[in-house]
Every structure is written in C-alpha cells, then in structure tokens.
C-alpha cells in the first residue's frame, strides 16, 4: 500500500522575533561556552542550580523581589532560531545524553531536557494540577497537611495564568482523535489534556524546541523576566559540589563545559550565595548532593526516585494518521487510575505521544525486515502510551540515584513484579482501545508480542507474555523524587518549607521533592508547588514577596 504523506508545516525562524537573541543584544548578563568564560569567584544573594520548571518560577520570584540571583545550567543556551524541527539537531544539544540516558540495567529510556528552559523547552506541553487523591496520599504518609487540594488551588491558578495553561480548543490530530474514538467506544472517559501555549502553530515538533515561541516554557516567560531584572545566567556550566561546613553552604563549586556535555579542559568558578536552590531535575539534583557528601542521617537521599515506568502499544489504521504533526497530546484517559484505590494495583494513565521517525524507530522492538516492515507502515501508525503510577505502594518503591566512578549519576530502578503486572494489564487496555477505534493490526511494544489481528488473538497474546525487564519496552519522560519531601527528618530530605532538614541555606525547588510520582504529566505541579515555596523563600530572606509575573 501506498501512502501520500500529507504536507508539513514548518516555522520560518527568520520571520519570527527571537526574545533570547534580543535579550542578548540587550544586554542580559550571560556567561560560559560562547558567551565568554566566568570569573573565578562570583558572590550573589541566591544561587540556582538549573533552569527548569522548578529553577524558573524561582529564578522570577526572587529576582523580581530585589534579590541578587545567579543561574546555573549545565546545557547551552538554544532559542527558537536554533529550533529546525529536525531531531538529529534536537536530541543532541537539547536533551540529557543524547536522549540516551538510561537505567542502570539499561531496561528503561530517559528522556531529560539538558539547556536553559531544562525540560519545559523540550516537552509536550501538557499541564495538570496535582491530582486531589495524590496530594490526600502526601498528607496522610508523609504528613504534608498544608499541601491539600483547596490550599494548593490559588498557586496553581497563578502558575496557569502566568503560562497561559488553558483549555486547547483546536481538533485533535488523528492521533489523540483514535484514543478518544476508542475510549467512547467502550464506554470509558476521555478527556482533554490543558497546554501552556499561546498563539500555537499546531506543528507537532514540540519535543524538539518550539520554533515560533508559543510553548510558554520557562525559556521564553520567566528567564527573560528574571533576566531582565539583573539576574545573570551561567550556560554550559555545571555545579559540581557543595562546600559545606557547620551544616551551611559556603559555596558552590562550577566547571565550564562543552556544549555536548563533556568537561572542558580548564576552568572553574566559586559562588559564593548566602541561600542555594537545587533545582537541576531529580537524579542530577540528588547526585549533586550525593557529591557533595551531605548529611543524610535517615538514608533518605536518592532513594523512592519515580519515573511513570511507560509502556506503548502501537497499532496500524486504514486512514493516515501523521502522529508528527499537530498538538502532541490533547487527550487522556485517567480511567484506568480511578478504577482503583492509589495504594492498590498499579493504576495508569492512557495518552498518545507524538512520532517523529528516529524515536519512533528508537521505541519500536524487533530488527533488521521487522522493523522495516513497522516504519513503511509509519504514516499509518498510531501509539499509545501508559504512564503507570509507581510510589504509592509497598511493592512500587522507585528506584535509587547513585554515582559512578566518574561521579555522575545514574537512576537503578528495578523493574518489580508488581510494576510488571500493571504493564501487562496496560497493554491489554491499550490494545483494546485501539481494536475498538478500528485498528486493523495492534503491535504491543514487547520482543516477543509481535503481530496482533484481532483483539481475542491480543489478549491472549498479551496474558502469555513473560513481562520481563528488555523484553517489555520500558521508557519514561518523568522523573520525580528521590529528594523527598516530609513534615518527618525520618520521611523525607526537605522540611515541608522546601529547606533540606540538616543544611540551613540550602532548598530543593524541583520535582526531586515529590514523595510518590504524581499520576499525571508533572511540569503543572512543579509550577504550583515550587510557586508557594518561593513566596516563603523570598519571605525568609527578607525580601517583599511578588506574584509570578502576568
């Protein structure tokens, strides 16, 4: 069969103001790779380590408050001029390891962002507060009472109005359509998935950086305001180790790097800050403190670390489905979390990925005339994928940062067979959704599935499969805890405050904090609850606190 691919749209950079170039020509203060070395010692009110969701709501608060902030980013600086749309650029110079970086069994794929925005440049877009049952979980375990749904609700509103997360109003793309069609049909909820955009273009490449700005990513809203309010911004720049003495930061030790993530040769830097923000994603922030050699007396640093354990299912349709083009994700399905209690079975949520050619042949299983035949069937082709909601049960505990020899971290997290067990039933889930939107073929991301015609043959199919690390493709772009948050030392690595329990000047603003994962895309989250320990963080440094700017 021969398919006609439908025409691409594509941004025209030169046609489209670029805010960080002009904040450049402004004069923003940024050094480090191409924008010239760093001294050797700098001093600043507030130091910040990383530039993501969590470093960027603080990085605008505490600027915009008065105080003197430095940001720390061991990625390159990248703007929309440099966005083409084209993954062999993207995946490189955007995402950490190449967006190769892995478990430590190399069973599941991690996909971090790795330059100035951290992962809101890279990500899809899609915003959810923290679910009311996740944060009735926090309260009741780990003693977070003040967290509540309605207590949360007004830093949530203000992080939704700041970033412009609203209702997406445009038709799904063929891709989400399919997850609907098929939900309906089996008479389970569909909903639509909130996006922090504005003026969008509808192209589909946001996981390879936003080529006409309309993705409100910390890139483009709260860096160029904490910018613009004095802040100075240090890229390819990596913190390297903590100096601490009397259970209080002294100073920061930076190293410059290259822009594909190595060391540079020589060079380095001090900074010396009267408070220090970790906020560089959960595995490098716990690794940071792991080099460190902070005070843990609980064993609590790095351990409980989420991912969303993700498993897909892919099926191949009559009509073209184009899963590269419009909005990446615009509908979900949460039915398969409230079918049961957060501390049972495994739950998990149902949504549709966008495809691009290399990571869609990077996820697919098989080789050589296999694969073949699964990438001519390419624009055919629709994915599902299931984020299963680890850390709130007994037998789903996470995994465990730890340093290798070189002193970079890495994420083990075993795959148990409690998690397992929840895979095998999302792929069976998933595989009905499809069959029942008129899927004429099913492939379950698994070695040994194959083929599926009909959704009886899948279903046994799927009940035989060993669900074994490797053979079940396993990946994740959420990464969440392993700094967790407590009302309890015993609990947790921060104070409810966001303070690390044992170091005076030292907070954690990132979603390393999270004691479960969150059962939903994480980015809002962050927002909300990094946005409610800023306003304290400003208060306790004496500053006058202020809203998120508008």
Request: proline share 7%; hydrophobic share 40%.
């Given at each position: ?148 749904e309605a207590s949360m609700a007004p830093w949530f509103a203000q992080a939704e109005a700041r970033l412009n997360i609203s209702d997406w109003l445009t038709a799904p793309n063929e891709n989400n359509e399919l997850l609907r069609t ?369």
């Amino acid at each position: 069969m021969t398919t006609t691919l439908p025409p691409v749209a594509s941004a025209t950079p030169a046609s489209i103001p670029d805010p960080i170039r002009a904040g450049l020509q402004r004069g923003w203060k940024v050094m480090g790779g191409p924008h010239g070395s760093a001294p050797a010692q700098i001093t600043c009110d507030v130091a910040i380590i990383g530039s993501g969701a969590g470093a960027g709501i603080t990085a605008e608060m505490l600027s915009r408050a008065g105080l003197d902030v430095v940001i720390i980013e061991e990625g390159p600086l990248k703007s929309s001029t440099d966005f083409r749309q084209l993954e062999a650029e993207a995946y490189p110079s955007l995402y950490q390891e190449s967006a190769a970086r892995k478990t430590a069994d190399k069973a599941i794929n991690i996909l971090q962002g790795r330059s100035v925005g951290g992962s809101t440049t890279v990500n899809w877009t899609s915003s959810f507060r923290t679910p009311p049952s996740t944060l009735a979980h926090w309260a009741e375990h780990f003693g977070l009472k003040e967290f509540g749904e309605a207590s949360m609700a007004p830093w949530f509103a203000q992080a939704e109005a700041r970033l412009n997360i609203s209702d997406w109003l445009t038709a799904p793309n063929e891709n989400n359509e399919l997850l609907r069609t098929g939900a309906k049909k089996l008479g389970i909820e569909a909903s639509s998935i909130r996006r922090n955009v504005k003026g969008c273009w509808n192209l589909g490449s946001c996981g390879l950086g936003c080529p006409t700005n309309a993705k409100q990513s910390m890139l483009v809203t709260t860096l160029p305001t904490a910018l613009d309010a004095g802040a100075r911004l240090l890229v390819q720049t990596r913190a390297m180790t903590l100096e601490v003495r009397n259970n209080h930061v002294e100073a920061v030790l930076v190293a410059p790097m290259q822009a594909d993530g190595n060391p540079a040769t020589s060079g380095g830097t001090r900074i010396v800050a009267r408070h220090v923000v970790v906020a560089g994603g959960a595995i490098n922030s716990p690794g940071l403190m792991l080099r460190s050699k902070l005070p843990d007396p609980h064993q609590r640093l790095g351990v409980r670390t989420f991912l969303h354990p993700v498993v897909m299912s892919a099926a191949v349709f009559d009509q073209t489905v184009a899963g590269w083009q419009g909005a990446p994700q615009t509908i979900y399905s949460d039915h398969f979390l409230h079918t049961q209690p957060v501390d049972g079975p495994i739950g998990y949520k149902l949504e549709a990925p966008p495809m691009h050619p290399v990571i869609f042949a990077s996820s697919l299983v098989g080789f050589g005339t296999q694969q073949a035949a699964l990438l001519k069937q390419f624009p055919n082709t629709h994915t599902l994928l299931a984020l299963l909601r680890d850390g709130f049960h007994p037998e789903a505990p996470g995994g465990q940062v730890r340093l290798r020899g070189d002193g970079t971290p890495e994420l083990d997290y075993p795959l148990t067979p409690f998690v397992m067990e929840g895979a095998r039933r999302a792929l069976l889930s998933m595989a009905e959704l499809q069959f029942a939107a008129g899927a004429r073929e099913v492939f379950p991301v698994h070695e040994q599935a194959g083929s599926q015609r009909t959704w009886a043959q899948a279903k046994a199919t799927i009940q035989a499969l060993p669900m074994k690390p490797h053979l079940t493709k396993v990946v994740s772009a959420h990464v969440m805890g392993g700094c967790g948050m407590a009302a309890d030392a015993s609990q947790g690595v921060v104070r409810p405050d966001g303070v690390h329990w044992q170091i005076d000047n030292l907070s954690v603003h990132d979603g390393s904090i999270f004691p479960t994962s969150i059962g939903a895309n994480p980015q809002l989250s962050i927002y909300g609850l990094v946005n409610r320990l800023s306003h304290g963080l400003v208060t306790a440094l004496g500053a006058k606190p202020l809203a998120l700017a508008g």
